[in-house]
């Protein structure tokens, strides 16, 4: 199974910084990703369509949205559908992001709703969990990262392709403070989740991948792509130029 690489640019370019970032990334690849690697992006909304035609220079590239709404269409002010994503380009969304649940004030409750709905849809999701420090430090991590596993996965559509679900792990302390999670820390959080996921997904767990991200960087990647239950990497920061990106897309 190739391991997934996925660029979150959060609320980061213009249209023309993001075709002109792709068609760097584009030179860097000679248009083409590593046949191992599954490669996507998630610009904001404003330049999904930019980066979706930009993004067919490169063989393969995905486009993917940051967030979706849990209904079709309809009186939700500010709010974007999954169908009216599709229409950009996008084949795949985020949900649950730290930044969602603790700045905007996410619940489980509508990270679960935004993830089925988005599956059941016709998008392949990227659910995100994580621990805060605080919840760390009291020991919290296993009931954290199992209460928000649970939740997020709690009325996912039959059938399912576990393929089309990805977890991403992201500790809370780790995104954006150039504090990466060690290499235990990675491997104990990974393993807690592929043993939740093994009661939800059953006998085909692992084709369910698992990523990690927080301050992922070319220097720290390939190690953590190295380990154990470890399918990928969600990076931020990094990812916004196309040097680092492809540095660690080829890592
Ligand atoms: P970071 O962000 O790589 O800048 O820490 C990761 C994320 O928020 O997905």
Redesign the pocket.
């Known amino acids: 199974m190739q391991q997934i690489i996925a660029a979150?640019w959060?609320m980061f370019k213009n249209a023309t910084e993001a075709r002109s970032m792709i068609s760097e990334l584009s030179k860097e690849l000679n248009g083409k990703i590593p046949e191992n690697r599954k490669v996507i992006i998630f610009p904001p909304f404003t330049v999904l369509e930019a980066s979706f035609e930009a993004g067919k220079e490169i063989d393969g590239l995905c486009i993917g949205a940051q967030d979706v709404f849990p209904a079709q269409e309809g009186a939700y002010t500010g709010e974007i559908s999954p169908q009216m994503v599709k229409d950009c380009g996008a084949t795949w969304a985020l949900t649950g992001?730290?930044?969602r649940r603790h700045v905007i004030g996410e619940s489980d409750t509508l990270v679960a709703q935004k993830t089925s709905f988005a599956l059941a849809s016709g998008l392949d999701v990227i659910v995100?969990i994580g621990e805060t420090l605080e919840q760390r430090e009291a020991g919290e991590l296993y009931d954290v990262l199992a209460r928000q596993l649970h939740a997020a996965l709690v009325k996912l559509p039959t059938p399912l392709n576990p393929e089309c679900i990805v977890i991403?792990y992201?500790p809370v302390w780790?995104?954006?403070?150039g504090k990466t999670a060690s290499t235990y820390d990675i491997i104990e959080a990974h393993a807690i989740i592929r043993e939740h996921l093994k009661n939800i997904i059953g006998v085909s767990v692992f084709e369910t991948r698992i990523l990690y991200?927080?301050?992922?960087k070319p220097e720290n990647a390939s190690e953590i792509l190295s380990l154990d239950n470890v399918d990928g990497l969600?990076?931020?920061?990094?990812?916004l130029k196309a040097d680092s990106f492809a540095k660690i897309l080829l890592a």
């Open positions: 979150n959060k992001h730290s930044e995100c991403a992201e780790a995104i954006g403070t991200g927080g301050s992922v969600l990076v931020g920061g990094a990812s």
